[in-house]
């Protein structure tokens, strides 16, 4: 299993909007019971066909506390971290699994992460929520540049720097052992930006 690390700020704000397949989540409610959403997820970044190897993503919150995260390669790393039942205001180690292919909003959802608003508009990338910052020797590898649309919603993400990117857009792949990705201490929402 690879490793990836992710950078995280306790109680970080993150979510997205996308363009290109129809996921169905089945979560269950505040009462106990199971319901099912359709969600159309818009991706301009080529998704990965996703493969059962899986790799590790470490999340890393203010203090430095490591938690570690499995993703499927062809996973976005929004995805990575919404699918992972880990308690980042805790600042507990948790090891959780992750898909390669996988994008950081699929393992936040798949694991069940409690990262607060991360990935509020389900990965329609809509909002800037799911915004990360990249290394730059790995944002410069990425197989495709960020779109006009992906640029648009960063824009007004607050923290922009060079390598950022929405974590919607950016897929788990096997090379990323050892990466780590910084989600900023403070995100926006754009869709409640007037």
């Known amino acids: ?16 909007r996308s363009t290109c ?7 269950p409610s505040k009462a106990g019971y199971k319901y099912q959403t359709s969600h159309t997820r818009n991706f301009l970044a080529t998704q990965p066909k996703l ?6 993503v470490y999340f890393i919150d203010r203090d430095g506390d490591q938690i570690a995260a499995p993703a499927a390669v062809g996973e976005s790393l929004l995805d990575v971290a919404l ?8 600042g507990e180690k948790t090891a959780t699994e992750a898909k390669v292919n996988s994008t950081l909003l699929d393992v936040v959802i798949d694991n069940d992460l409690d990262i607060a608003g991360f990935g509020a508009c389900e990965g329609t990338m809509a909002c800037s929520t799911c915004h990360l910052i990249l290394p730059k020797d790995f944002y410069n590898k990425l197989p495709c540049p960020p779109s006009d649309e992906e640029q648009d919603i960063l824009d007004m993400a607050f ?5 950022s ?5 950016v897929y788990v792949t096997e090379d990323m052992d050892g990466l780590e990705v910084k989600i900023p201490v403070e995100t926006s929402d754009v869709r409640n930006i007037s």
């Open 1 to 16: 299993m690879s490793m990836m690390t992710v950078l995280v700020p306790r109680f970080a704000t993150v979510a997205l």
């Open 21 to 27: 397949r129809v996921l169905h989540y089945v979560r």
């Open 51 to 56: 493969k059962k190897d899986k790799i590790t």
């Open 83 to 90: 699918n992972n039942s880990i308690e980042l205001e805790e």
């Open 159 to 163: 923290g922009l720097t060079d390598t």
């Open 165 to 169: 990117r929405l974590g919607c857009q």
